[in-house]
């Protein structure tokens, strides 16, 4: 069997969704990511500079947004060329044969996710799938062994091997009724060949989503605390990436952000119509909801009582205010030593952690002075704000704006 193309380059918007749905990231330890998180990131070796990375992402997610394979490509050299270990003379080669690798194995990612995703949508009139290759003299042994196998589209089986399945695979997926299915011969599963891939390379069109408690169910970790915190946790917190307003974060960082930013909102949107505050207590090793309570109109434990240390964050609600912490947030955050904390109102989360510098005694009296006028009322709110901005100059705290 022949396919005459060996990457689609019609519009998609899915397929452009999913490359730039991708977190850029610091290839500086990116190797040790567990394979959930590579498939969801996006680097290139060489280059540390965030914008950099995001400008070859976005790029790059202009192809199946409709701009041409030949104008993609000579963007992706010229932005990669200042970066590449080669002789003058010979950079423009290299570059541009670099910008080929990395359009043809983005480019196939993003629109055999999006081929999935319709694949699966019709699943009831098409059960079967048929993997086919190329069909030329560069399709490996390996490859060349699954041309025209035929099996059913929830075997298990494609989760390893829904092309592209390794590097500089080219192959594709039909989608088959149980007539066309029967008529090419379906395969047994134990018949199936199940060759390995490479070992830094991760794709899984199955689930495109950062979802953590879904990776917490992976055979690899499901009951073993000691091995997600060191084969996923630890190797996330080592990379370095940003969120979508640019703030750079790790991806454990992104991770949690990814979970309990439309939590936070529904929470908000609660605490918005009943006037009342709410509060989570969050596993900060594993990103579990540990504990939910609901105050009242004038606040909610968090931090202090309901906090262990830095294996906990939190999440409370405010009802009426910016989601900027009140003198009573921060006390609480400050004393119970949480890992972070979340503020959330309807369309706003602030994410405040700890910084490298501890508190002096003349800034917690300063916080103890801020709660007692804020409980009575008098809270000097533009005092409270140079107040806590100067704790983040100091590096006593950090806070960014989640959403």
Request: glycine share 6%; with cysteine.
């Amino acid at each position: 069997m022949t396919a005459h193309l060996t990457i689609e380059t019609f519009p998609n918007e899915a397929a452009a969704a999913y490359i730039r749905g991708k977190a850029v990231a610091d290839p500086a330890n990116f190797g040790a990511l567990p394979a959930q998180l590579k498939q969801r990131a996006f680097t290139v070796a060489g280059i540390e500079r965030m914008d950099t990375l995001r400008r070859l992402r976005d790029t790059i997610a202009r192809l199946p947004e409709g701009a041409s394979w030949d104008e993609v490509k000579r963007d992706l050299a010229a932005e990669i060329s200042p970066f590449l270990d080669v002789e003058d003379g010979k950079r423009a080669k290299a570059a541009r044969a670099r910008a080929e690798f990395m359009l043809r194995m983005q480019g196939a990612q993003a629109y055999a996710v999006a081929r999935h995703q319709q694949q699966m949508g019709s699943l009831e009139r098409f059960p079967y799938w048929q993997y086919e290759t190329v069909g030329d003299n560069r399709v490996r042994a390996s490859h060349a062994a699954l041309d025209g196998k035929v099996l059913r589209a929830d075997d298990p089986w494609w989760k390893t091997h829904y092309p592209p399945w390794d590097w500089g695979c080219r192959c594709i997926v039909h989608a088959l009724d149980e007539e066309d299915a029967q008529e090419i011969g379906i395969t047994e599963p134990s018949d199936m060949p199940t060759p390995g891939r490479s070992e830094n390379f991760s794709f899984d069109p199955t689930n495109v989503a950062i979802d953590i408690d879904k990776f917490r169910e992976d055979r690899r970790f499901k009951n073993k605390p000691a091995d997600w915190q060191t084969f996923f946790v630890n190797p996330a917190k080592n990379v370095m990436t940003e969120r979508l307003n640019g703030t750079k974060c790790t991806m454990w960082d992104l991770v949690m952000d990814t979970k309990y930013a439309p939590i936070a909102q529904d929470l908000a949107k609660l605490s918005r119509k009943d006037g009342k505050e709410r509060a989570l207590l969050i596993d900060a090793t594993t990103g579990a909801k540990l504990e939910e309570h609901t105050g009242d109109a004038n606040g909610v434990e968090t931090g202090q009582t309901m906090g262990n240390g830095p294996k906990t964050a939190t999440l409370h609600t405010h009802t009426r205010l910016a989601a900027f912490p009140s003198p009573a947030d921060l006390k609480s955050s400050l004393i119970a030593n949480s890992a972070f904390d979340y503020i959330a109102v309807p369309g706003q989360l602030r994410r405040i952690d700890r910084g490298d510098i501890a508190i002096d005694d003349a800034g917690k009296k300063a916080i103890e002075d801020f709660e007692k006028d804020n409980a009575k009322g008098r809270l000097n709110k533009q005092a409270w704000q140079t107040f806590v901005n100067g704790l983040i100059a100091k590096g006593v705290i950090k806070m960014v704006r989640v959403v």
